[in-house]
Nanobody, 131 residues
Framework: QVQLIESGGGLVQAGGSLRLSCAAS????????VGWFRQAPGQEREFVIA????????????YSADSVKGRFTISRDAAKNTVYLLMNSLKPEDTAVYYC????????????????????WGQGTQVTVSS
């Protein structure tokens, strides 16, 4: 059973940056695709960005939502069993609770973008961007 813990959220001014962390325990994180999702008050949970498992042979190793392309990047630290979400040029509309999620993958799978395709979820971390 994989457990995920997010951290790094907080309050930042528009144009600023934050780095969120998703630390995993209970499994070999490199075998899992990891996605970040966010949910603002009164809105549905939406896809932000995802990365395929380590060593993927998929033609697409990462996916980003159009709203964050060029501003958000996702990366892994295998030694720390952690995935990071680096968020630059933050906007007030990025304000939300951010969740990381994981699903075990084969080498040939694209990272999923649909929440139901993920098996494990963290508790979420609040990101607030002030204007």
């Amino acid at each position: 059973q994989v457990q995920l813990i997010e951290s790094g959220g907080g309050l930042v001014q528009a144009g600023g940056s934050l780095r969120l962390s998703c630390a995993a325990s209970g499994g070999t994180f490199s075998n899992y695709a990891v996605g970040w999702f966010r949910q603002a008050p009164g809105q549905e949970r939406e896809f932000v960005i995802a990365v395929a498992r380590s060593g993927t042979r998929s033609a697409t190793s990462t996916y980003s939502a159009d709203s964050v392309k060029g501003r958000f990047t996702i990366s892994r630290d295998a030694a720390k069993n952690t995935v990071y979400l680096l968020m630059n040029s933050l906007k007030p509309e990025d304000t939300a609770v951010y969740y990381c999620a994981a699903v075990r993958q084969s080498f040939y799978s694209d990272p999923p973008r649909d929440p139901p395709k993920y098996d494990y979820w963290g508790q979420g971390t609040q990101v607030t961007v002030s204007s």
